[in-house]
């Protein structure tokens, strides 16, 4: 059973950094894909980022290129989004999610397209982050 553990977030200032940390366990296929989704209150799910293994391909979204990266573990499925340059639209839960399948290419075309939640299989419980001076 796919488990997802998300750790850091919390209070960073507009211009300031903040990182994100998903532990993954429990993958029983050779490839998986690790995305990063923002919500906030009434809104859908966004997708933030998206990266695969084996090769390692990170995807961003348009709002956060050039200023969130995001990075993998693969020995230990842990993927980092690291915000950096933070603005107050940053805020709000973070999410991540994660699919896996034999091949890659699936694995890769749901990390390559407009991120949709449905598309994952396990979720993390959220983290807070919160963009205030």
């Known amino acids: 059973q796919l488990r997802l553990v998300e750790t850091g977030g919390g209070l960073g200032q507009p211009g300031g950094s903040l990182s994100l940390s998903c532990s993954a366990s429990g993958f029983t296929s050779d490839y998986y894909g690790i995305a990063w989704f923002s919500q906030v209150p009434g809104k859908e799910r966004e997708g933030v980022s998206c990266?695969?293994?084996?090769?390692?391909?990170?995807q961003m979204g348009d709002s956060v290129t050039g200023r969130f990266t995001v990075s993998i573990d693969s020995a230990t499925n842990t993927v980092v989004l690291q915000m950096d340059d933070l603005k107050p639209e940053d805020a709000g839960a973070y999410y991540c999610?994660?699919?896996?399948?034999?091949?890659?290419?699936?694995?890769?075309?749901?990390?390559?397209?407009?991120?949709?939640?449905?598309?994952?299989?396990?979720w993390g419980q959220g983290v807070q982050v919160i963009v205030s001076t």
């Open positions: 999610a994660a699919v896996q399948n034999r091949l890659h290419y699936v694995v890769e075309r749901i990390c390559a397209l407009t991120l949709r939640p449905p598309d994952f299989q396990a």
């Open positions: 990266i695969t293994n084996s090769p390692a391909h990170p």
